[in-house]
């Protein structure tokens, strides 16, 4: 074979290969027939690995040829860069809404999206006056659904949650209609990749910048919370956007950025380390920035200021003081001794998650692969700054065993992965070339896959969807089926049978033996009919509750029962319930966007 036709033929195999990786790291697996055999890969790391040394065996037999594809190629990829990162934001997208959730369905969800109405119609409470009704000492928070909690005076409910987030879904409810609030996360995640690019570009890196745009893109836990309506992936973009705006030397960029801030505090209260950080940046930049720096300070943190108040406000309206919190108080959430199971959790979790690439960040942070300009120390002191605040804000929080509670570190993780890039990028360059740019491509590729493989894994794609529609599906039957007066015990669905079926809820979590025993009768003496909805994982607690043994069966008429996704039971809880035919109940897994009957019961 003559050296051009062996060249041809490498090159094909190294493109099939490299596109092989891919088609089996988006699906999780390729198989079909040929000729008879029957061709099957699910691992993505082997046609990689194919690829670099097909690659190794091009670099030796024709070395010259490869120098000039791979400065063409680099050529090519800077100009493209920023069609690149925007083809990864719109994807980001693009998917968010294909397979997200659009349900208001747990407490985040619920929560959220219902704080969303009482913001679209100016109320900020929900009374329930049916609590003064009910004999049990805990009524008021039993009355509460997830996401709620008792207000400190009255017979009312209030929200858990900071209302940032809720704030942008009421104003997209009046703009879009019902299906406004689930739209928001997945616009912030393309917001997210971009500001991440964005970032990049303003310290010089584009490249290294649309590294991280794309890597951020594919990351799994960004592509997991964007299924959901939570506030992870928005408190994520906002800050990174903050960073990107402060890397700018006027007046205008440290303003913006601090009406950006404003409302990344508003929708996360406890990252309030990161604005600190940013501030004692800005205060440490003031000798530097030629006269302007006190200006630049001052339009940080005014904007920062008016958003403490509101909050402050909102917590002593909500909460009976200005430092109460819908989550807790301080002694609670934090803890020194939670340092450790934290670290080790979230070292982990970014491990599993995004490789070891992700830990080349520190590298660049203390400047050992970081030549940026115009101002290397002051970019890495911002950098570094924003990255600490969120660590900070975390690592004696409370700790949770999961996976995806890595998201907690979601504003940190596109500033990590830019810095990862850079120094990946540096120690690349200290190879000859073209084994240079074949080593970082095939790094990136790895990683790449490694992501999008994690995420295919972790039920992002589909599954998600599926699970979180058997809220909409259980309300659509209780809606349908059980009267306007019923009232539910619950836990899970406490939010969702509201949102959906305008039904009274009724936290059984809030109640123990005998006053669970007795709900259903002193619920019907206040005029309603009692129901129960209960999920199999669920039921454990419940017979603990009134005091059955593990094995018994719960002591209410059976009326429904779902098996797929999630199995639950629905039940009369009515004393005198007459047996009836069960109903079997499937799911439909369509998404709708469902206005509410009323987010308060009546």
Not at 264 to 280: C, D, E, F, M, S
Not at 385 to 403: E, K, N, Q, T
Not at 472 to 481: F, H
């Amino acid at each position: 074979m003559s050296r051009p036709a062996a060249r041809a033929v490498l090159l094909v195999l190294i493109l099939l290969c490299i596109l092989w990786t891919a088609a089996v790291a988006l699906t999780g697996g390729v198989q079909f027939h040929f000729a008879g055999v029957l061709i099957r890969s699910r691992d993505s790391f082997r046609p990689l690995t194919a690829a670099a040394v097909l690659l190794i065996v091009y670099g030796f037999l024709f070395r010259e040829a490869l120098i000039r594809e791979t400065d063409a190629l680099v050529r090519v990829a800077r100009r493209i860069a920023p069609f690149a990162t925007a083809a990864a934001a719109v994807a980001v997208v693009a998917a968010a809404i294909h397979w997200g959730t659009f349900a208001a369905s747990g407490a985040d969800s619920y929560g959220y999206v219902s704080q969303a109405y009482l913001w679209a119609e100016g109320r900020l409470r929900i009374d329930q006056p049916i609590a003064a009704r009910l004999p049990w000492p805990s009524a008021d928070s039993s009355l509460a659904p997830l996401g709620y909690k008792a207000a400190s005076q009255g017979h009312a409910i209030v929200p858990t949650y900071a209302p940032g987030l809720p704030i942008l879904m009421a104003l997209a409810l009046r703009l879009a209609g019902a299906c406004g609030p689930f739209v928001v996360v997945p616009i912030c995640a393309g917001l997210l990749v971009w500001s991440a690019y964005a970032t990049g570009r303003r310290l010089g890196v584009t490249g290294a910048g649309a590294i991280a745009a794309i890597l951020t893109a594919a990351s799994p836990i960004v592509l997991f919370q964007s299924m959901w309506p939570m506030s992870d992936v928005p408190v994520a973009a906002l800050w990174t956007m903050v960073v990107a705006l402060l890397l700018g030397r006027s007046r205008a960029s440290a303003v913006g950025a601090g009406i950006i801030a404003a409302m990344a505090l508003l929708v996360r209260p406890n990252l309030l380390l990161v604005p600190a950080a940013l501030g004692l940046w800005l205060l440490w930049q003031v000798p530097r920035a030629r006269g302007n720096g006190v200006a630049r300070l001052i339009g940080f943190a005014l904007p920062l200021g008016v958003a403490s108040i509101v909050v402050a406000a909102l917590n002593d309206y909500w909460y009976g003081g200005p430092w109460a919190s819908g989550y807790g108080g301080f002694d609670y959430l934090y803890s020194a001794s939670r340092l450790r199971p934290n670290v080790t959790a979230y070292v982990t979790d970014l491990w599993q998650t995004h490789t070891a690439f992700i830990f080349l960040f520190p590298l660049a942070l203390i400047g050992v692969t970081m030549p940026l300009q115009p101002d290397t120390r002051s970019a890495r002191a911002l950098l570094g700054s924003a990255i600490a605040g969120v660590w900070l804000s975390y690592l004696f929080y409370i700790p949770f065993s999961d996976w995806w509670y890595v998201r907690f570190l979601l504003p940190a993780l596109p500033l990590m992965l830019l810095l990862a890039a850079i120094a990946a990028s540096r120690l690349a360059a200290l190879l000859a070339p073209p084994w240079n740019t074949l080593v970082l491509g095939t790094i990136l590729l790895a990683v790449l896959a490694s992501e999008l493989s994690f995420a295919r894994d972790t039920a992002t794609f589909g599954r998600l969807r599926e699970l979180e529609h058997r809220y909409i599906d259980i309300a659509r039957y209780v809606d349908a089926t059980l009267p306007p007066n019923a009232a539910i015990l619950c836990m899970q669905h406490s939010g969702a049978l509201r949102f959906y079926a305008g039904r009274l809820t009724v936290r059984y979590d809030w109640l123990d033996a005998p006053w669970l025993a007795r709900a259903g009768r002193d619920l019907q003496a206040a005029g309603y009919h009692p129901y129960a909805v209960i999920e199999d994982w669920e039921a454990a607690d419940v017979r603990r509750r009134l005091d059955l043994p593990p094995d018994a069966p719960l002591p209410w008429a059976l009326v429904a029962r779902m098996l797929e996704p999630a199995p639950l039971t629905v039940y009369d809880a009515a004393p005198d319930a007459a047996p009836v035919m069960p109903v079997a109940l499937t799911g439909t897994n369509v998404r709708e966007c469902l206005m509410q009957k009323r987010v308060d019961a009546r």
